[in-house]
Nanobody, 118 residues
């Protein structure tokens, strides 16, 4: 089992920045692909970015150039640095963990709210 807990959300003005953290406990963190997703009111959960244990990253088009995903395997923590935030980035942000070779995420955090005011 892996337990995930997000933090770092909040209210920020458009153009501002936030850094989200996802602290993991349980089984070997470094073995998992860590992903960030978000869900805005009335919309489905959407992919934002993921990072492999090797450090290779992949981003949704909406995140490219503004968001940076990273991980610190020694601290069992993944991060999402969000810059140049826009009101449309307002959502609950979730982190997830999945095993290499799987497409579905095995574990999810409870989410952290990000609100960007115009």
């Amino acid at each position: 089992q892996v337990q995930l807990e997000e933090s770092g959300g909040g209210l920020v003005q458009a153009g501002g920045s936030l850094r989200l953290s996802c602290a993991a406990s349980g089984r070997t963190f470094s073995a998992y692909i860590m992903g960030w997703f978000r869900q805005a009111p009335g919309r489905e959960r959407e992919f934002v970015a993921h990072i492999r244990s090797s450090g290779i990253t992949y981003y949704a088009d909406s995140a490219k150039g503004r968001f940076t995903i990273s991980r610190d395997n020694a601290k069992n923590t993944a991060y999402l640095q969000m810059n140049s935030l826009k009101p449309e980035d307002t959502a609950i942000y979730y982190c997830g963990a999945r095993s290499t070779g799987k497409t579905e995420y095995d574990y999810w955090g409870q989410g952290t709210q990000v609100t960007v005011s115009s």
